[in-house]
DNA sequence: CATTTATCCTGTAAGC
DNA sequence: TGCTTACAGGATAAAT
């Protein structure tokens, strides 16, 4: 599931292959895939088609693609793998993906930009002026390796907030980039438990946690990032290795590397917590 | 207002 | 064997 690491993995690679290249052809394949795109995919292709590729930037899970003349300047392709959505680059004459929902080609006749979901939870849209960052994604939190997220702020944010503290590790809104996986491995390295109320952290723990997200998040990305099956790749399809680093998340009934007592997996908000119930005891006030 | 829940989707795997 | 059910879960609309 892609989340920050993964999501910077493709960034990255993205970002050597697209940049400074001229769209010559948009096919959409699947209106659920430009469904965040109001005025439709006719719209969306013909707004991309005979635009350059300038860069391609990333907040939390978001990326977005700025675009050159010669429309309106600052305009961008706002994109979100959602849950098994990939962003690869193929040579033209490769055979489509099962999945494939959005196919850009480029002038120089060189590989294309194919946009694969299986679940098809994620998307493109167009987003006008949104080079500098999207309006769509102007709630979205920084991210903990934006050399501009402020530490300090987001302590008293969570301490402020009336939630369970891995609530607010999700909440997109408070600090982006975490997702499911990443919020459970924090938590099992700071030894909290999902259901401790964020009002009843200390400073100094909030900011332990923080150094904790961290720390896996960029341990994660310079492993390539998380997979366990072929859903997330980088634009190569390759996959990354950071599941073997895994401590709690998806490792139910395997000992805690710490202490050695079975990882148990629990019901949390439509999906699942991993935790050991020895190192991440219940507090006794749990907000879930 | 803040917080929580339901919903979208499809392939895989487990259970009967 | 074949069918049904659970699960994966990010973002957001709707409900509380």
Redesign the pocket.
């Known amino acids: ?3 920050l690491p993964e999501v910077e993995t493709v960034r990255s690679g993205l970002a050597k292959w697209v940049t400074g290249r001229r769209v010559s052809r948009v096919e959409v394949h699947h209106p ?1 895939a430009v469904r ?1 795109h109001a005025p439709g995919a006719d719209h969306f292709a013909a707004g991309l088609v005979g635009r350059t590729i300038t860069g391609v930037r990333r907040r ?3 990326l977005w693609l700025p675009l050159d003349g010669p429309g309106e300047p600052g305009d961008a392709v706002l994109a ?5 959505g990939q962003l690869l680059v193929q040579p033209a004459d490769a055979p489509d993906e ?2 494939l929902r959005v196919r850009v080609g480029f002038a120089d006749g060189g590989p294309e930009l194919r946009f694969v979901d ?4 994620g998307g493109l849209s167009l987003s006008a002026g949104g080079a500098d960052l999207p309006a ?2 102007a ?2 939190a920084r991210d903990p390796a934006d050399p501009e997220f402020d530490d300090e702020e987001f302590v008293t944010a969570l301490r ?5 503290v891995k ?1 607010a590790l ?3 809104t408070l600090i ?1 980039g ?4 990443y ?1 459970d491995e924090a938590l099992w390295r700071a030894k909290l438990h999902w259901a401790r109320p ?2 009843t952290m200390t400073r100094p723990a909030a900011r332990t946690l923080l150094g904790y997200v961290r720390e896996v998040l960029g341990e994660a990305l310079r492993a390539g990032g998380t997979s ?2 072929t859903l997330y790749v980088n634009v190569n399809g390759e996959s990354g290795y950071f599941d073997r680093s895994l401590n709690a ?2 490792r139910d009934g395997e000992p805690c590397r710490r202490c050695g007592t079975p990882i148990r ?1 629990e ?1 949390f ?4 917590s991993y935790r050991c119930p020895r190192c991440q005891p219940r507090p006794r006030h749990p ?2």
């Not at 979100?80 to 098994?84: A, V």
């Not at 975490?178 to 996986?181: A, K, T």
């Not at 908000?269 to 699942?272: A, D, I, L, P």
């Open positions: 599931m892609p989340e659920r965040r939390g899970k978001y979100h793998l959602g849950m098994s099962k999945h299986q679940r098809t939870f769509e994604i709630h979205i402020r907030r009336h939630t369970g609530r999700l909440d997109q982006s975490v997702g499911n996986i919020a964020t009002e366990f099956d998340y998806g997996r019901p908000m439509n999906r699942s907000r879930t």
